[in-house]
């Protein structure tokens, strides 16, 4: 007899950076129910400061925070040698977002509010390359 539950979600850690507490809860909550390990971040300043301690596999990074950006917050981190798989995510799509989004390499950006099976889906590639 065997299990049916996730194997693979189970081993990634995933971090979620987002200045929403309400949106952090809510992905948090729907990423640990399908067994992924999750650390949450309100800042980018917040996750630098974790490193390297905290090692996510994938992450997920709201665009427009205060302080410093999603896309600034991959290029710190890049600099910094952490070439971590990342899903932005944005409640303010325009082109310019989307260009500078696939221009940094992103394996999708999602917009708020988005389908669960879409967050689901950019993981999965993300991880799987």
């Known amino acids: 007899m065997t299990h049916s539950q996730p194997t693979e979600p189970a081993r990634l850690r995933l971090a979620v950076v987002d200045d ?3 949106f952090l809860r809510s992905i ?9 390990a999750v650390k949450t ?3 980018g300043r917040e996750l630098l400061a974790s490193l390297p301690g905290s090692s996510p596999q994938c992450l997920v990074l709201d665009i427009h ?4 950006t999603g896309f600034e917050l ?3 981190l890049m600099a910094h040698g952490f070439h971590v798989p990342v899903i932005f995510v944005t409640a303010h799509d325009t082109p310019e977002t989307r260009v ?3 221009q940094a390499g992103s394996f999708g950006l999602l ?8 967050l689901f889906s950019a993981i ?3 991880v799987r390359s």
């Not at 948090?28 to 992924?36: E, P």
């Not at 925070?65 to 410093?68: A, D, I, K, T």
Request: aromatic share 8%; no cysteine; hydrophobic share 35%.
């Open 28 to 36: 948090a909550r729907l990423l640990r129910s399908v067994g992924y």
């Open 100 to 102: 500078r989004a696939h």
């Open 74 to 76: 991959q290029d710190e």
């Open 20 to 22: 929403d507490e309400s």
């Open 111 to 118: 917009v708020k509010p988005f389908d669960k099976r879409a």
């Open 65 to 68: 925070m205060p302080e410093m």
């Open 124 to 126: 999965e590639i993300a």
């Open 41 to 43: 971040f309100e800042s």
